[in-house]
Each structure stands twice: as C-alpha cells, then as structure tokens.
C-alpha cells in the first residue's frame, strides 16, 4: 500500500504507534447559497470544509480571515455600513471558498506536490 511513497513518508508509518491511530473520515462541504447577511458570520470550516489532501483549508481561512477584517476596517475607518461590509465579505469567501473546495475534490488522499525536485539536505531533508 506504501510501496510508492517518499522513504520519509514510509519511515512515519513503519514507526507509528498504532494501537494510538484512529481513522479519521475525510469530508468536503457542498456549495451553499448565499444567506441573509446579519452582524454573525462565518470563517473557515464552519462554511467550506475540504479535504486536507491538498493543504490549502487553513490558508484558505487565513485569506478569508483577512477578507473580513478588511471589510471590518472599512467601516471603523471609512464608516462602510457594517451589513454591506459583512455581505460583501460573504459573497467573496463563498466564491472563493468553494472554488477551493472544488479543486481539493480532484484528489482527496494524497497532496499535489508544489516542487518536483528532491528533497534539500538539512533538517527538513534528514532522513
């Protein structure tokens, strides 16, 4: 089953503690509409859940957290009506959030390399 794997990778589970492991169920969010904007909203999973197989959940909800102390900072300092600025946040972190989600579907289990080169020597490269 790891044949294929990075010998690190293999070196990881050959010294797992598995009476430890558990499996863990691997879930995407489906697109929702857009919802009545109200002074509550929502960050991170609680919209679009993925798969970690690509890496990108908790950057996606760092970028989205952004997004909204944007919109938040628009209406401390530029007196942007809070509504507006909330529902423009949501319209954007939905559209964005899902588009994330559609593209972790591709490959739920095993991350897309971003580098194809070996790895460096180093702490990182240690085996």
Known sequence: MVAGFHPLARRILDEADVPATFPV???NARP???WPTTDVTLLG???HTMS???GEGANTTLRHAELLRQALAGV???????LDAVGRYEA???RHGFQVV??????????????TSPPRPGPRGAG
């Open 76 to 82: 401390a300092a530029k007196g942007v009506p809070l």
């Open 32 to 34: 929702v509409a857009p």
């Open 102 to 115: 559609s593209a972790s579907l591709g490959n739920p289990l095993m991350p897309r390399p971003a580098v």
């Open 92 to 94: 954007e972190m939905l």
């Open 25 to 27: 169920g691997l879930r």
């Open 45 to 47: 999973d609680a919209v």
């Open 52 to 54: 970690p197989g690509r």
